[in-house]
């Protein structure tokens, strides 16, 4: 958190201060109309920083158009008064701002807050919903903070909004309309679908789709609350709300069956301390790449309801609750090229050259594009300025050109007509085009990851070498290794007697590798690491796996009818590679795993056959961890020191558990290594039993590796 800054565009004179309001101006008005903003959220946040910055140092000269103390820049209107002012809010960018925030705050209201609430900051269109005896009848933007829009059209396509309170209360509920990831994916495809422009980000279409009309199709929103407050005649509820705390108003309205945040990872949290809230602040943070939903920063109100009326609003925001803005996530830039690659299975992605810009403390150059499909479907062109989205260990990804922001100069994108690779044609059946020569075409990549640690762990057999044999003629897939002989290795160059035994030492090794990884090896279309663990465990021997039918296949955790019905189709495909593997003498099973019932056999409810032994082999078997969902974090230690990730996951499953990368209320065990950091947090918080890495490694003594 510590590199939470906000540095502000320097103004060096009078013409530029004029410029910058002009265009943040502009850029507000564009941005609390449809979200098409000129400028992302960082630029614009640094444009007014700027402003506010030369108008300390020149009060004379500030212009009535300037955005600084403005609600929504002083760009959005709308005709419909608010009842009680709809603010926004300052904004803090790093803990020392926060810590200055908190002091100002207790020194106005003349003592120390007791009670802070944090909550995410939603990036979303503020809406105030107005509710008649417990029936939803208006719905108004924020507009400039006294007056809004009319969008009561909207009302019905609104998920957690409902139409009919479960009391017949009077009340405004006021909260964030915005898109989910998987409603601005359908609105997009939607919205295509008639022959529109997709939407540049959720934001953008979130805002277009609350306010358009006459539309011939219709796109989900989701709303969150994050108050409530008392309509004029709401009686008795007028003097009950106003003196409730914070974090009991949004319980409120939970309870009347409005959406809020609480069902979330980032659930609005009470905390006493400043201390407190900086945890939380760092815990949104961490968990902001893995959201549904869009946050650009931390919400911290002061609770109680005597602290907010002591200290007061201002023109523009209320002086009990800030923003603690986090680093910009979004930026909009060139796409300058596309690039055609070719994985190790013979699928040809593209990939979007970019000009280079700062998201989120790194420098982005590339971004994915998908497949050709999500191409056409964004209409991308070279010389489009794109929204491009990166979030934690995320690899960027472009959301769709700005199209306000075409010149008439841009071109179309040319798709390759024949593989980039080996100029073999294409397979352009599917979404994924696929060179027609498969894993063939890019031979050298599929057999080195074969012999991948991870996977058939082959030392010695890096890229280099890998090419040699290809060169040679000594492989042509990667169960050729285990027929290759002394006398041939020793005729490559740099190949000697003990380089030569070494090798052949480890692919003899190879051999009695357990089924996940070499069901990994195989390298199949939409499985890795975890997900062949999950298969291998879940079918015990590579015979059920290749007699499973999609159907079957979909009853391993993380399977759907998609991606089912590609691994049987590819299986199919692999079933030669697979022969030639079990004539080489490799291990088809999989240690520890039990295998399902056979059709008809019963199962209780837990999904436990007879015996007692869960049909995925993972059920409470006696083995140390049967039962338990485990999560790995830190750095570990002692016996556990050299195992990789992939391999403590292999460890917990061996052991009867199931290995997780995320906490949550599920988890058993956390296993917390040096540095455990906010994942140690939650589960401190969750109650969740934690051990270092010497007492997990007694645990489960009798599996680690020897």
């Known amino acids: 958190m510590e590199g939470m800054t906000n540095s502000a565009v320097v103004l060096a004179d009078t013409a530029a201060y004029a410029v910058a309001v002009e265009e943040a101006s502009q850029a507000a008005a564009a941005y609390y109309a449809t979200g098409e903003s000129t400028l992302d959220d960082d630029a614009y946040d640094r444009l007014a920083r700027g402003i506010a910055t030369y108008e300390q140092a020149h009060p004379q000269e500030v212009l009535t158009d300037s955005p600084t103390g403005k609600v929504a820049g002083g760009a959005a209107v709308g005709d419909v008064p608010h009842t009680v002012p709809m603010l926004s809010l300052d904004n803090v960018f790093s803990a020392e701002q926060f810590v200055i925030w908190t002091a100002s705050l207790e020194r106005r209201i003349g003592r120390p807050v007791t009670a802070w609430s944090v909550e995410p900051k939603l990036d979303g269109l503020a809406v105030a919903a107005r509710y008649r005896e417990g029936r939803l009848e208006r719905l108004i933007t924020r507009g400039d903070g006294t007056a809004g829009e009319d969008v009561s059209h909207a009302i ?64 989900e929103m989701t709303f969150f609350a994050y108050g409530a407050l008392p309509l004029p005649e709401s009686g008795e509820l007028t003097g009950t709300l106003a003196e409730l705390p914070h974090s009991e108003v949004l319980e409120y309205a939970a309870e009347l069956g409005v959406h809020t945040a609480a069902d979330t990872e980032v659930a609005p949290r ?80 593209p990939r979007a050259v970019l000009e280079p ?53 841009e071109q179309p994108i040319e798709f390759p007509g024949a593989c980039p690779q080996c100029g073999s044609e294409i397979d352009a059946s599917e979404q994924r085009w696929r060179c027609v020569r498969g894993r063939n075409c890019r031979l050298v990549a599929s057999i080195s990851y074969a012999a991948g640690r991870d996977q058939l762990d082959i030392e010695g057999l890096g890229a280099t070498r890998v090419v040699q044999l290809v060169d040679a003629g000594l492989v042509a897939d990667f169960a050729d290794l285990f027929a290759l002989e002394r006398e041939q290795l020793l005729g490559l160059e740099r190949m000697g007697d003990t380089s030569t035994d070494n090798l052949l030492a480890a692919i003899d090794a190879a051999r ?195």
């Open 156 to 219: 019905g396509t609104v998920a957690g909004l409902p139409e009919q309170l479960g009391e017949p209360v009077t009340i405004e509920m006021r909260g964030e309309i915005l898109m989910t990831a998987g409603q601005f994916e359908q609105a997009n495809a939607i919205r295509t679908e008639h022959g529109g422009a997709p939407f540049a980000n959720a934001r953008n279409g979130a805002a277009g789709t609350l306010r358009a009309k006459d539309r011939p199709y219709t796109v």
């Open 270 to 349: 009470t905390v006493t301390t400043v201390e407190d809230v900086q945890l939380r602040v760092e815990e949104i943070a961490a968990l902001r790449a893995s959201l549904p939903f869009g946050i650009d920063g931390i919400v911290i109100k002061a609770d109680l309801a005597s602290d907010q009326r002591d200290a007061g609003s201002g023109t523009r925001a209320p002086r009990w609750a800030i923003a603690y803005k986090l680093p910009a996530v979004e930026k909009v830039t060139r796409l300058l090229g596309v690039e055609w690659n070719v994985g190790r299975t013979g699928i040809i992605a």
């Open 357 to 409: 810009v700062e998201i989120d403390g790194s420098t982005v150059s590339y971004a994915t594009l998908h497949n050709p499909a999500d191409i056409t479907r964004r209409d991308l062109r070279l010389g489009d300025h794109v929204m491009v989205y990166k979030a934690g260990d995320i690899i960027p990804r472009i959301e769709a050109p700005v199209a306000h922001l075409r010149t008439g100069g």
């Open 512 to 706: 009695t590798q357990p089924l996940s990884r070499v069901f990994c090896a195989l390298g199949v279309r939409g499985t890795g690491r975890s997900m062949s663990r999950r298969i291998a465990r879940y079918f015990a021997d590579m015979d059920r796996i290749r007699a499973a039918d999609a159907e079957t296949l979909q009853l391993v955790d993380g399977i759907g009818k998609e991606k089912a019905g590609g691994v049987v189709a590819e299986l199919v495909e692999l079933a030669p590679l697979i022969e030639k593997l079990v004539a080489a003498g490799v291990s088809m099973t999989e240690p520890g795993a039990t295998p399902p019932p056979e059709p008809g056999q019963e199962t209780d409810a837990d999904g436990k056959d007879a015996d007692g032994k869960g049909a995925d082999g993972d059920g409470a078997d006696g083995r140390p961890l049967g039962g338990m969902t485990v999560v790995v974090t830190g750095s570990m230690t002692g016996a556990l020191e050299k195992l990789s990730r992939n391999e403590m996951n292999e460890l917990i499953e061996r052991a009867g558990g199931k290995a997780s990368s995320s906490v949550s209320k599920r988890t058993t065990l956390l296993v917390a290594g040096e540095k455990a950091g906010s994942k140690r947090t939650k589960a401190e918080d969750l109650g969740i039993r934690i051990a270092a890495p010497e007492e997990f490694a007694e645990l489960i003594g009798a599996f680690l590796p020897s």
